[in-house]
Structures are given as C-alpha cells and as structure tokens.
C-alpha cells in the first residue's frame, strides 16, 4: 500500500483546510458588521462558500471510498491509531454537518440561496422561526466544535513532526 495519500486527496485536504479556516473567520466577522447592504453581501458570500465546502465534501468522501488512506505507522500504539481514526471521522462528520445546518437555518428564516447569485437553491424546510433559532444555536455550537477538533488536528500533526520525527505530515504534501 502506497504511504502517501493520492494527489487528488491531498489537493482536496489543503483547498478544504484553507476553506473552513476562512469561513471560521469570515462567519465571525459579518456577525459584528452593522445592518447594511454590505453586511448582507458578505452573509451571501459566506453562504456560497458554504454550499461549495458541503459541494466538495462529498467529492471528498466519495474519493476517500473510493481510494483508501495509507495505513498509520507501525510507531503508533493501537489506542492513538484509534483517536487518529476517530478523529477522521468527527471531522468528515462535521464538514457536513457545519454546512448542512447553515443551509437549513438559512431555509428555515426564508432566505433562499442563490449560488454566486445565479443558481437558485432549494429551501431544503418551510419557513419557522422557532426552528430557525434553534438551527443558528447549533450551527454556532458546531462551529465551536468543529474549531476545537481542528485546532487540536493540528496540534497532533505538529506533534507528529516535531516530537515523534515520524514524517507523517509528508503524507499529506
Ligand atoms: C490546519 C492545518 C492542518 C494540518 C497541518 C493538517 C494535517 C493533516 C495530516 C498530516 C493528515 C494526514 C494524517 C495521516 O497521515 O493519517 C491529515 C489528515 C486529515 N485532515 Fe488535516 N490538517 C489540517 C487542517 C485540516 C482541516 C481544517 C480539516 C477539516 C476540514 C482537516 C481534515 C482532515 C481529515 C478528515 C484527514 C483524514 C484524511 C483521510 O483519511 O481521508 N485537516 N491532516
């Protein structure tokens, strides 16, 4: 099995690390803009990336299906093999996830997407207000999660090169 994941993998990995890392930014951004035709031009921007990340995550998965990872190394104990692959999981699961409730919080308010303003998106619910609330609540809440496991993502692969010396971020150049 090659020790390397695929070049499309890899391509995919980065342009989502740096996609999600800006939307973290951009969504706490436009909270703090005040009420204006700009604000409400940055929230369709976000929304569009939004839609385009959820896009390339299930291009994503259906490549890592397709193709499977290369096997962790033989340093590793079993027990950090499967934080490491539990990990992978929480963050295909909240890539999904984080988008997904935009989308569903957006529906819920009654404003439609329109794709870069030229592709109109269905409503995936009917307009309810309660429901929107509770969408935002768990949008922001998955954020903050999703930040969590990312920051600590991180940590673990500077920690692999700096302290283990085991190469793995070579894996994923
Ligand atoms: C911030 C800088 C980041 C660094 C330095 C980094 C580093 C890495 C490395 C070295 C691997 C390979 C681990 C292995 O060989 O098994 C990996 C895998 C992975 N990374 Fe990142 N990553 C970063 C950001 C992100 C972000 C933002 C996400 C979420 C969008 C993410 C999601 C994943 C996933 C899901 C895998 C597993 C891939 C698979 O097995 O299909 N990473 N990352």
Redesign the pocket.
């Known amino acids: 099995m090659s020790q390397r994941?695929t070049r499309i993998?890899i391509g995919l990995?980065w342009i989502?690390?740096i996609g999600?890392?800006s939307m973290f930014c951009l969504g706490f951004y436009m909270q703090s803009l005040p009420f204006s035709p700009n604000k409400l031009q940055v929230y369709s921007w976000h929304k569009w990336a939004g839609v385009s990340l959820f896009l390339l995550a299930l291009l994503r998965l259906v490549w890592?299906l397709s193709h499977p990872?290369?096997a962790?190394p033989q340093s590793m104990t079993p027990f950090s093999q499967k934080l490491?692959h539990m990990g992978?999981y929480a963050?295909?699961a909240l890539?999904f996830a984080v988008p997904l409730s935009g989308w569903l919080m957006s529906s819920a308010m009654g404003f439609q997407t329109v794709w870069f303003g030229v592709l109109p998106l269905p409503d995936l619910i009917d307009r309810n207000k309660e429901l929107a609330n509770l969408l935002a609540a768990t949008h922001g809440y998955l954020n903050i999660g999703f930040i969590a496991l990312?920051a600590g993502?991180?940590l673990v692969?500077l920690k692999?090169q700096f302290i283990d010396k085991d190469n793995?971020?070579a894996?994923?150049k």
């Open positions: 994941y993998a990995h989502m690390a999600f890392i890592r990872a290369p962790l490491a992978h963050l295909y890539m990312v993502h991180f692969a692999h793995l971020l894996r994923m």
